[in-house]
């Protein structure tokens, strides 16, 4: 109610205070004179509180240290929360660019024996922006949080990238969220890529999950009761995002389980470790290379296992100044279908592949961290598909990529970031450097861990 | 069917068997102060979890899975509030699926909303840093404001667990008895730090300054949540030589380096204060907390 009135309050007062300034001397003497009645008036009511002695005065002068023994302030008006809605949705835009070099021409890229979704490939060549985003997230009421994340391309556009409602009050446990969400299989998916300690996501979670695996749908989580964290979780998606594609079994065409564990190692370890699997049947899911074009289409059925471990390393848990986080995320998956070539050729294509990244970020001092990731992916490919220097043929090549980052953070809000990368993707090796901003304005985030 | 119907008994068997017991007020306290607070007025009749730990700066806390799964099985979060918490707790309690300690229930409770807050922004620019829209989130560092809160805090734990509700006021008035005789003593010790200069690594002693009337005619972070640059630390150096200030003071969780060389150059003593219940051996108890805090003081000041 209090910030109800204050709501009003305020911008009264703000186009009362130029007015204040600009009035002759006559009206500053009848305000004065205002003034002294209204003061008259609050002494007059603070008497009168401290004869009823409902509750303390507010504020205790230093020499008058005895406050009454069982002071009534529970109905005090509690205006201080801490959850970010003091604005009411909570709003925050990130706004991120730098610079890229490639020694190899970013057109060619490609993973030998791996169809590609149209987000595996790293971006252009030099100057620009990348996606700048848009967060509204707050309590719709007693019931629901709702949060909704729109990604504004460089190009023109808008992305709708999350646009969810979560429960907050179901019993036992039970969270429900519906609408379109970043899945919550693996580790780092679930994360807008701002939030990342590299300027990219690694080559296994661009060739496996495109990026980022999301999609349109229901997710339901159940966390036990007990002390040590135990979750348990699954969605049913529409299933036209890869590795689905076509939105198969009337728009159901993905679902997905997992369950994580994690908790502390005395008072300066934590982890969070988790299995996943996600079935996905995709129907003409187009694969693209790295100017767009369509390098062909399967059919079939995509099913992944998605084991992570997260650990990170705090001296007395306080992450401040010096910490230490190790992250790892293994992928294997099967696919088995039908796969027509850019040329119209169909044949059978049956895909085994597998891959994972290891880094390590360590923060040395307060506000700079260095850190380094290494991911490989591997696949082995059969069928009458598969034909030599087609987009399933492996060359019998095993890609690759390493990259080293530094970061330096001038606070929470603005954050830069330098990468240098050696990727053999493909036989010949690209050197790559990078350099990044991203700038947060607006509602101080909280982050998962 | 059978074995569905078999898996599910199982499970529930599981559940039940995993379900912490009844018997005491389960308590998810955010930092040291309010664990402590909560264990005088709740008792035994009280489980207290601390989330945090003195050498941790309650700013940054990561919503470790740990922390999660506590929040989940607990009747009452006992928070700071005024965004001190607003990097970690909104995550704890939107993970936790638990809807009695969801903001607005009676198993949500924000000391800051309690007390006078102070250093209240006009203006929210973050040119100024990491600022708190609702004031200085530090409360705690005022023993007065503690007694309000515990106040509040008796009166919830009645609500919650009426069961009890004379175990509780019992207990609470006995500890304002006691927390109003230390009140008296700490008032009369600490007399000479009226009007003592100082400066402080972060502008978290707001209330303790009001209360003893120390003056902080710096701080060592220029913007609050940015570490000091060496242009800052200079000026510093060259404040002290027209308005010098008595002592620099910092938290234990606080990194003491900047601290230690600005006392240093400038030849004054160098306090690190336990800010919280645990931030040194001696602060182990709320009472102790202050005791030490004024001796640290007394002493860097020479009186």
Same mark, same amino acid.
């Given at each position: ?20 300034? $600009? ?50 302030? $529970? ?8 959850d ?55 309590n ?5 949080y ?6 504004? @391309? ?12 979560q429960?907050l009050?179901? @019993?036992?446990?039970?969270t429900?969220? %519906? ?37 349109? %749908? ?10 040590? #964290? ?11 995002? #890869? ?49 767009? $074009? ?88 059969? %069928? ?49 450097? $990078? ?11 909280a982050?998962q861990? | ?52 730990? /003195? ?8 919503a470790?899975?740990?922390?999660i ?21 909104p995550v704890l309690l939107r993970q936790s699926a638990?809807?009695?300690?969801q &903001? ?32 200085? &989130? ?42 109003? /005789? ?23 002693? /707001? ?30 150096? /060259? ?29 004054? &003593? ?34």
């Open positions: 109610m209090t910030k109800y009135y204050l709501a009003w309050l305020l911008p009264c007062l703000l186009l009362a205070a130029p007015m204040t300034q $600009a009035a002759p001397m006559d009206d500053l003497q009848l305000m004065k004179e205002q003034i002294r009645q209204l003061q008259d008036k609050l002494e007059k009511m603070e008497a009168e509180m401290k004869a009823s002695k409902s509750r303390p005065a507010p504020a205790v002068p230093v020499a008058q240290a005895t406050i009454e023994p069982a002071p009534q302030v $529970a109905q005090l008006p509690n205006t201080t929360r801490s970010a809605n003091a604005f009411n949705p909570q709003i925050s835009v990130i706004l991120n660019g730098g610079y890229r070099t490639f020694s190899r021409d970013p057109a060619t890229f490609a993973v030998p024996g791996f169809a590609l979704g149209d987000a595996a490939g790293l971006g252009d060549r030099g100057l620009g922006i990348s996606e700048s985003e848009l967060n509204f997230a707050a719709v009421d007693n019931l629901f709702a949060s909704s994340t729109l990604s504004l @391309p460089p190009q023109g556009g808008i992305n709708v990238e999350e646009a969810y409602l429960t009050a179901l @019993p036992g446990g039970l429900l969220k %519906g609408g379109r969400f970043f899945s919550g299989i693996g580790y780092i998916n679930q994360f807008h890529p701002h939030h990342d300690d590299f300027i990219d996501r690694s080559l296994a979670n661009r060739v496996f999950l495109n990026g980022t695996f999301a999609g349109d %749908g229901l997710q339901a989580r159940w966390l036990a009761p007990t002390d040590n #964290y135990f979750e348990v979780g699954g969605e049913l998606l529409r299933g036209d995002r #890869y590795p689905g594609g076509g939105a198969a079994r009337r728009g159901t065409g993905s679902w997905d389980v997992f369950a994580k564990t994690g908790g502390d190692v005395g008072f300066s370890h934590s982890w969070l470790a988790g299995i996943s699997y996600l079935d996905a049947k995709p129907i003409g899911r187009a694969s693209f290379d790295n100017t767009g $074009a369509v390098t062909g289409t399967f059919d079939g059925t995509s099913r992944m296992i998605i084991g992570d471990l997260v650990w990170k390393w705090a001296p007395n848990g306080n992450p401040v100044d010096r910490n230490f986080k190790f992250q790892a995320e293994v992928f294997q998956q099967r696919e088995q279908g039908t796969f027509t070539n850019a040329l119209g050729a169909v044949g059978l294509y049956n895909g085994r592949h597998w891959g994972g990244y290891a880094e390590a970020v360590y923060q040395f001092t307060h506000g700079w961290d260095i850190g380094i990731r290494h991911s490989r992916v591997l696949a082995r490919n059969s %069928g009458a598909a598969v034909v030599p220097g087609g987009v399933l043929d492996t060359f019998g090549f095993h890609p690759r990529r390493t990259s080293l980052v530094l970061g330096y953070a001038n606070s929470e809000f603005s954050r830069f970031r330098l990468q240098l990368s050696r990727d053999q993707s493909q036989p010949l090796a690209d050197n790559q450097f $990078a350099l990044q901003y991203i700038m947060l304005i607006g509602a101080h985030g982050h861990f | 069917m059978k074995s569905y119907i078999k898996l599910s008994v199982t499970l529930l068997a599981l559940l039940g068997a995993a379900l912490p017991s009844e018997a005491a007020v389960r308590v998810f306290a955010c930092e040291p102060e309010w664990g402590a607070l909560v264990n005088e007025l709740g008792g035994t009749d009280v489980e207290v979890y601390i989330a945090t730990s /003195a050498l941790q700066d309650p700013h940054h806390i990561q470790r899975p740990s922390l799964a506590r929040v989940r099985n607990t009747d009452l979060v006992v928070a700071t509030g005024a965004q001190l918490e607003i990097g970690w707790l638990n809807p009695a300690i &903001p607005s229930q009676p198993g949500y409770f924000e000391a800051a909303g309690f007390v006078n807050m102070l250093e209240v922004p006009s203006s929210v620019d973050r040119i100024q840093g990491d600022v708190h829209p609702a004031g200085n &989130p530090h409360i705690h560092t005022d023993p007065r404001n503690i007694l309000l809160v515990a106040g509040a805090l008796n009166q919830r734990l009645k609500q919650l667990d009426a069961a009890h509700a004379d175990a509780y006021q019992h207990r609470y008035t006995d500890f304002a008895g006691r927390w109003q /005789a230390a009140l008296q003593r700490w008032q009369a010790e600490a007399s000479p730090l009226q009007g003592v200069k100082l400066i402080a690594y972060h502008k978290g002693w /707001a209330y303790m300054l009001n209360w003893l009337g120390l003056n902080e005619v710096a701080t060592i972070e220029s913007v609050a949540g940015v570490p000091p640059g060496a242009a800052h630390l200079a000026d510093l150096l /060259a404040r002290q030589k027209v308005d010098p200030a008595m002592m620099v003071i910092y938290a234990a969780y606080q990194d003491g380096k900047a601290s230690e060389w600005l006392g240093k150059k400038a030849g004054i &003593p160098v306090v690190k204060l336990p800010f919280t219940v645990g931030g040194t051996d001696q602060a182990s108890d709320l009472f102790t907390l202050y005791d030490d805090t004024l001796q640290l003081l007394l002493r860097a000041a020479g009186r």
